[in-house]
């Protein structure tokens, strides 16, 4: 009875993390944003796991990213669906209309010499192309959200460890103030039973 008490204290934990995500947010503390809504998602991936009755899988660095791929997998759907709502298409055009200062060919982030940042970049890039005229299909679905969880991932690693995002001009915040909107829908959609 216990675990099941600890497993719904972490919903309101994620809450309030979330919440506070979304007033930094407004205010345009995006920097505050983020790390309160990555927490926020960190939460929520451990209660998806938790709930599924996962357990962690070495380090705590691995399960942190185990639970976060392991929960966007499981409401991929959910996270296509809400992509292609009319907010989740503005802020997908928002975050796919950056223009990297060192290659203008690149959107989203500059990957620096980090090749799965590079990929999900990519595949990002090609799933959020305003002109794209097909729907993504099932294993499309599945990669979006994994590569979703990659560039959370790598933004928070960068961030938390002091290096820049590859953004010479500086615009980290301007990134941030794109991304956040979405990591925050998607944390709303991982409390979602």
Same mark, same amino acid.
């Given at each position: 009875m216990?675990d099941?008490q600890?497993?719904?204290d972490?919903s309101a934990?994620?809450n309030?993390?979330?919440?506070?995500?979304q007033k930094?947010?407004?205010i345009?503390q995006?920097?505050?944003?983020f790390?309160?809504?990555?927490l926020a998602?960190?939460v929520?991936?451990t209660?998806?796991?938790g709930d599924?009755?996962s #357990?962690?899988? /070495?380090e705590?660095?691995n399960?942190e990213?185990d639970a976060?791929?392991? =929960?966007m997998? &499981?409401?991929?759907?959910e996270?296509?669906i809400f992509l292609?709502?009319?907010?989740?298409?503005r802020?997908?055009?928002?975050?796919?209309q950056?223009?990297?200062p060192e290659n203008?060919?690149?959107?989203? #982030?500059?990957p /620096?010499?980090d090749?799965?940042l590079?990929?999900?970049?990519l595949n990002? =890039?090609?799933? &959020?192309?305003p002109?794209?005229?097909?729907p993504?299909?099932p294993s499309?679905?599945?990669?979006?959200?994994?590569?979703?969880a990659t560039?959370?991932?790598?933004?928070?690693?960068?961030?938390f460890?002091g290096g820049?995002?590859?953004?010479?001009?500086?615009?980290?915040?301007?990134l941030l103030?794109?991304l956040?909107?979405l990591l925050i829908?998607?944390?709303e959609?991982?409390?979602?039973?």
């Amino acid at each position: 009875m216990s675990d099941l008490q600890l497993v719904r204290d972490r919903s309101a934990f994620a809450n309030q993390w979330l919440r506070s995500a979304q007033k930094q947010q407004d205010i345009g503390q995006v920097f505050s944003a983020f790390f309160s809504a990555y927490l926020a998602l960190v939460v929520c991936a451990t209660q998806v796991m938790g709930d599924a009755k996962s #357990i962690p899988n /070495g380090e705590d660095e691995n399960w942190e990213k185990d639970a976060i791929e392991k =929960a966007m997998n &499981f409401k991929h759907k959910e996270i296509a669906i809400f992509l292609e709502s009319e907010n989740g298409v503005r802020i997908k055009q928002a975050i796919w209309q950056r223009e990297i200062p060192e290659n203008k060919n690149i959107h989203i #982030i500059g990957p /620096g010499n980090d090749v799965v940042l590079q990929q999900a970049a990519l595949n990002l =890039a090609a799933y &959020f192309r305003p002109l794209r005229t097909s729907p993504l299909n099932p294993s499309e679905k599945i990669n979006q959200a994994q590569d979703l969880a990659t560039l959370f991932r790598k933004v928070r690693n960068r961030l938390f460890h002091g290096g820049k995002m590859n953004d010479p001009e500086g615009s980290d915040a301007e990134l941030l103030n794109k991304l956040n909107p979405l990591l925050i829908a998607i944390v709303e959609i991982l409390q979602q039973q």
